[in-house]
């Protein structure tokens, strides 16, 4: 249900975090799912890095619901190795 809400170009929250068919966005500031290179969660939050591997944000992990989901949801847009730039 949520795939498809995001295929249509719906906007769907995780607390405060929000994913949307062009990317994610977080505090007023957007990451486009072509610039977004992978997440981890270190230290209590969920930690968003783009294609450089610059950190994006780091989410505090009490600020988002439905974790195990949103995780799965950034591991599909997640880059494969063949497709990170070296």
């Given at each position: 249900?949520?795939?498809?809400?995001?295929?249509?170009?719906?906007?769907?929250?995780?607390?405060?975090?929000?994913?949307?068919?062009?990317?994610?966005?977080?505090?007023?500031?957007?990451?486009?799912?072509?610039?977004?290179?992978?997440?981890?969660?270190?230290?209590?939050?969920?930690?968003?890095?783009?294609?450089?591997?610059?950190?994006?944000?780091?989410?505090?992990l009490a600020e988002l619901d439905n974790l195990?989901?949103?995780?799965?949801?950034?591991?599909?847009?997640?880059?494969?190795?063949?497709?990170?730039?070296?």
């Open positions: 249900l949520v795939e498809a809400e995001l295929a249509q170009g719906k906007s769907v929250e995780f607390g405060s975090l929000t994913l949307a068919g062009s990317g994610i966005s977080y505090a007023n500031r957007q990451l486009f799912w072509d610039d977004f290179g992978k997440m981890a969660i270190e230290r209590g939050a969920l930690r968003l890095y783009d294609r450089q591997l610059v950190e994006w944000a780091a989410v505090p195990m989901l949103l995780v799965n949801l950034l591991r599909d847009h997640q880059p494969t190795p063949e497709s990170t730039p070296a």
